[in-house]
Structures are given as C-alpha cells and as structure tokens.
C-alpha cells in the first residue's frame, strides 16, 4: 500500500474525525499542519456547514467543506457547489412529515436551518449538528434562503422507523438517505458526497488513485467508490465495510489520524 502518491484526503465528521464526544482531537490539528503543503483536505458531513466549521475554525481557510450530506460546499472561503431542493418539493414533503408522531423535521438552508418545534429536548440535541438556527411558526412560509435539504430525526433509528416511511420518494426525483442513526435525510437526487467530491477531484485534477477517504455510514458510500485508499472506520456499519477497500481503527481510536501518520511518513520518505 504506497500512499506517497496522495493529494487528497476526504474524511467524515460523526463516527469517523469525531470521536464519540463529537470532538477533533489535537493529534489531528497537528498532522494537518505538516501534510497541508502534500494534501488538501476535506471534510464531509451530513452536517451544516457552520457545524462543520465550528469544529475546523482554525484551518477552514486551507480546507474544503462538503456540507449536508453534499448539498453545500465551500472550498476556503468561496461557494464551490450548491445542490438545492426545490420549493415545490419542500411544499409537498412538509405536510407528509408533520403527519409523523415520531420525527422532527428540519429544513436546511444555506444561511440557516429552521425548525417549527419547541420540544426542549429535541433541540438539545439537534444543536450539536446546526449551530445556526431560527424556530419558525411554519416551516412552509420560510422563504428567505436557498434550501439543501429535509433531514428528519427519530430518537431511535432513522433506518428502522423512518426510511420504511419515506423510501417510496426516490421514485419522484429524490434522494432518501439514512444519514446517521437518528437521521434521515431527503434532498435533490445529487446532493450526496460522491457527487460534489466527483467534481473536487475533477477541479483539481486528482485521480482516484490519489485519493484517500474515510467513512462510517450510509451517506459515506457514494465518495468512498471514488478512492482507491478508501477506508471503513473499525466502528462503521457493514455496507460500508463492504465497499471500502481497506478499514482502520475506530474514532475513539484514532483511526483516521492512524493512517494520516502512516501518509506523512510516506510523503517524507519521498
């Protein structure tokens, strides 16, 4: 396995950069600063975008961000992509959504993420994924933004309670994605990773062979086609076991910054 020839690492956030306390440990940070000049790296996230920021403030300007699940993406401080969901649909999903007595619906716009409940306990959780919120009387009125994405939250298994419920709109020009456990996500058909990561390596002249990338989940199968080093993390569900090509230890071990030692140590042996 000869990662010298690398110059793009892409890695989830949740399960994968994150460990289970959602934070990046200072290891990282540190490998960063010595394969900036080698890599560019990217950070891939059902995540808003200023979520994914909080976490990165310190490199977001030598980064690029992938954001809702592909629907978002910022290379440094320009707008590379935007994927977005059309009123229309958004009009007609609402309503399908509020008739649930078991999930919460959050619209994701660009500027900001909306919800319509006040359940204390929903947004004590919700706020870990979007720092930049407005509670809104109807989620059907807001007009103000460009909209990425639905992502609905159970409090047990998006998979289980909420995909059954949904996976009949992929045949009406959208994408359902099981994002994580407790997320499901319903957006433009090409608002995945893959998608916007395909045109990144595209601009950048990077080959898949190139290309290293880490992933935990569902939303993680799409760009984790688009690596020859593409690796599970130890803790990820078994589909994506199934399509990386290598794995590595878990988040709460480390396992992306694992392997970004064993790609320094390639790089300076050039």
Known sequence: MDLSK????????????????????????SLFSELKNHIHFVAASGRQYHSIIHKLETIKDDITVIAENGGFAMQGNQE??????????????IPLIRKLNY?????????????????????????????KYKIVDDLTKVTNDEFLKIAVYHFESSEEYLYPTFSYLKDKDLLIKVSEQNWLDISHPDAN????????????????????????YNNDLEMLKLAHFSYAMKNAIPKVKEVANYETKSNDEQGVEFILEKLLKAK???
């Open 80 to 93: 590379f992509m935007v994927t977005s969901l059309s009123n229309e649909k958004i009009q007609q999903l």
């Open 103 to 131: 999930g919460y619906a959050v619209l994701c716009g660009k500027n900001s993420a909306y919800i319509e409940t006040r359940d204390e306990y929903f947004i004590s959780l919700f706020d870990e994924y979007y720092i």
């Open 6 to 29: 690398v110059k793009l690492v892409v890695t989830d956030m949740d399960g994968t950069l994150l460990n289970s306390k959602h934070e990046v440990s200072s290891k990282f940070f």
């Open 193 to 216: 990773k893959g998608h916007a990561l395909k045109h990144l390596q595209e601009k950048l002249g990077i080959s898949k062979e190139e290309t290293v990338v880490f992933g935990d």
């Open 268 to 270: 300076k042996s050039l």
